[in-house]
Nanobody, 122 residues
């Protein structure tokens, strides 16, 4: 059984930092793209960042502030979030892909975590 479990969310003041973790179990994802998406109330799910091999991708809204990385030995992907803004408030979801379609599309990802809440106060 494949599981993705996010952790590290919480409440932080604007300008602060958080690091999200996503621990995968049930299979190894070192050869797969893994990504982070977020969804705020009343809004569509939004691409945040992804990592595929040695390549990383970040949405324009978070570029320069967020950094995705992974530790293949731990089968874990991370999202370091710095200079947080109130508009970053959302539920953040980790996802793992088994397909090679665009990493920006949710359909590329077959496995999803339960989400972790990030709230940024002004």
């Amino acid at each position: 059984q494949v599981q993705l479990v996010e952790s590290g969310g919480g409440l932080v003041q604007a300008g602060g930092s958080l690091r999200l973790s996503c621990a995968a179990s049930g299979r190894t994802f070192s050869n797969n793209a893994m990504g982070w998406f977020r969804q705020a109330p009343g809004k569509e799910r939004e691409f945040v960042a992804a990592i595929r091999g040695s390549y990383t991708y970040h949405a324009d809204s978070v570029k320069g502030r967020f950094t995705i990385s992974r530790d293949n030995a731990k089968n874990t992907v991370y999202l370091q979030m710095n200079s947080l803004k109130p508009e970053d408030t959302a539920i953040y979801y980790c996802a793992a892909a088994t397909k090679t379609t665009s990493i920006f599309f949710t359909r590329t990802y077959d496995y999803w975590g339960q989400g972790t809440q990030v709230t940024v106060s002004s």
